[in-house]
Structure formats: structure tokens, C-alpha cells
């Protein structure tokens, strides 16, 4: 299996300021598509998980342009540009290029 | 509107079985892959089974294989998990979710498997 592993495990930020969040993959996420497949969702508190980022940089519908994703290969990132109050939750990593699909443990962000 | 609605969680004894729904409307159900996803208490996200669009491939976590069923009915636009031999490693919150990309979610239904 893939493993994902995220860090940081928690993150503090004041509203208005940047956070960034990294994924690390164990196997490369490139397909021979052409296509990487890393995705990332938040889970609110009390709420599903959203897509937040697919295919390591594409913003979902509907998702602030706050929010952006970068990477290859095997190492990720979500950054957040300036972070606010209602984007508080667990973040998630997730691969399918390859069964099972693995999330990583998740970054909590919270609000100082 | 994309909407998924599941159903059918609960209090189950260890070894027992639940049939879990998830109805779907908003978009056309029988082009899509669907998929089962659990989050634990205090747990992270962990993928169960997913199923092809007209049923007739499935896939599914090495910890569940054997004992999970996942199928569709297309002319309901529902679909379905069916878990049998229930442990109390089980018990999470299970989500259905759309498409490869996991691009929308249900609320989630829950599972309690204790004595």
C-alpha cells in the first residue's frame, strides 16, 4: 500500500496570516496518464470531508483561490494564502493512482 | 444539486450485520464510480470499497474483504453496503462518496458495533 504521511500534525494560525501543510508520498503518484493523482480535502468540524484540490493543483468548484496545491513525485503541498476562521477542520492528503486508496493522518488547523 | 443521503447505521452486537444505503440524486448515478469511506472515533480517513459504475466490478480494503458486500441499484439510484461478521474495529462513521475523485460526500451514517 501507499503510504501518506502528513505534516504538521497541528497548526496554529492567526486569521489573515499564510499556512502550508506538506504530504509525502511513498510511491510516486504519476501516472503513465499523464496525470497525478493527489488530492486533498478538508473536514470541518462536524461536517463531511470536501474536495478541496484535485490532481495536485486544481482547484474544486466552488473553492476559494486562497487555497492552492503543489508538487510532484512524492512530495506535496496545500498552502493556505491567508488563512480564516472558517477554515478550521483536518486536513487530508489522498492518493489514487493505486488500490487501496490511502489518506494521509490529517493536519488540524486551528485559529489562535 | 449533487446530494448523497446514507442510511441504515446503528448499535450492532459484535459478529452481527448491517445493510448501509446511500441515496443519491443531482446527477446521473449510473455513470459513476462509488465509493464507501470510514472515519473511526478519533480516527483518520480510511477507504472501504468502491464499485464501477454499472456494478459489475468491486474493490475493497484488505480489513474488510470477505465480510463487506458493496453493490448498486442503478434503477434507484442507491447504493449499497452490506457488512457482515461485524468487530468493534469496525465501528466508524461510513461515508458515501462519488467518483474517482471523491468529489462529493454524504453527511455519513453511524456504526456502532459493542456488546
Known amino acids: 500500500d501507499i503510504v501518506m504521511t502528513q505534516t504538521p500534525l497541528s497548526l496554529s494560525v492567526t486569521p489573515g496570516q499564510p499556512a502550508s501543510m506538506s504530504c509525502k508520498s511513498s510511491q510516486r503518484l504519476l501516472h503513465s496518464d499523464g496525470k497525478t493523482y493527489l488530492y486533498w480535502y478538508l473536514q470541518k468540524p462536524g461536517q463531511p470531508p470536501q474536495l478541496l484540490i484535485y490532481e495536485v493543483s486544481n482547484r474544486f468548484s466552488g473553492v476559494p483561490d486562497r487555497f492552492s496545491g503543489s508538487g510532484s513525485g512524492t512530495d506535496f503541498t496545500l498552502k493556505i494564502s491567508r488563512v480564516e476562521a472558517e477554515d478550521v477542520g483536518i486536513y487530508y492528503c489522498m492518493q489514487s493512482i493505486q488500490l487501496p486508496l490511502t489518506f494521509g493522518g490529517g493536519t488540524k488547523v486551528e485559529i489562535k | 444539486e449533487v446530494q448523497l443521503v446514507e442510511s441504515g447505521g446503528g448499535l450492532v452486537q459484535p459478529g452481527g450485520s448491517l445493510r448501509l444505503s446511500c441515496a443519491a440524486s443531482?446527477?446521473?448515478?449510473?455513470?459513476?464510480?462509488m465509493h464507501w469511506v470510514r472515519r473511526a472515533p478519533g480516527k483518520g480517513l480510511v477507504w472501504v470499497s468502491r464499485i464501477n459504475n454499472d456494478g459489475t466490478s468491486t474493490n475493497y480494503a484488505d480489513s474488510v474483504k470477505g465480510r463487506f458486500t458493496i453493490s448498486r441499484d442503478n434503477a434507484r439510484n442507491t447504493l449499497y453496503l452490506q457488512m457482515n461478521s461485524l468487530r468493534a474495529e469496525d465501528t466508524a462513521v461510513y461515508y458515501c462518496?462519488?467518483?474517482?475523485?471523491?468529489?462529493?460526500w454524504g453527511r455519513g451514517t453511524t456504526v456502532t458495533v459493542s456488546s
Open positions: 443531482g446527477f446521473i448515478f449510473s455513470n459513476y464510480w
Open positions: 462518496a462519488l467518483y474517482s475523485s471523491l468529489s462529493y
